[in-house]
């Protein structure tokens, strides 16, 4: 019913930079934020970075200054723009929906994923 479409991952050296794509589509009555989490492997999933449909952002601590989340509200569209990456930012990128369905449930959809990996 809804579906979350993530781009942008790959392979950079420490210092480099990427951006993160995720795009909501079907049927979406009212989202209620859109954000990023990323899983290490042996690692538990961790926030990164969320924004709600009011404008708030929250950042994980250790990617405050380096990482900034934005959206495209016209398209449903999340971003993450990284900069200054890391090897210890290597790991499975999430994009992570909430939204709020016609009856007024709450419900949650995750994205695939996408592989972000930085060597050192």
């Known amino acids: 019913q809804v579906q979350l479409v993530e781009s942008g991952g790959g392979l950079v050296q420490t210092g480099g930079s990427l951006r993160l794509s995720c795009a909501a589509s079907?049927?979406?009555?009212?989202?209620?934020?859109m954000g990023w989490y990323r899983q290490a492997p042996g690692k538990q999933r961790e926030l990164v970075a969320v924004i709600t449909s009011g404008g708030r952002i929250n950042y994980a601590d250790f990617v405050k200054g380096r990482f900034t989340i934005s959206r495209d509200n016209a398209k449903n569209t999340v971003f993450l723009q990284m900069n200054g990456l890391k090897p210890e930012d290597t790991g499975v990128y999430y994009c992570?929906?909430?939204?709020?369905?016609?009856?007024?449930?709450?419900?949650?959809?995750w994205g695939k994923g996408t592989l972000v990996t930085v060597s050192s």
């Open positions: 079907g049927s979406i009555f009212k989202i209620n934020a």
């Open positions: 992570k929906l909430e939204l709020t369905t016609r009856d007024y449930r709450i419900v949650e959809y």
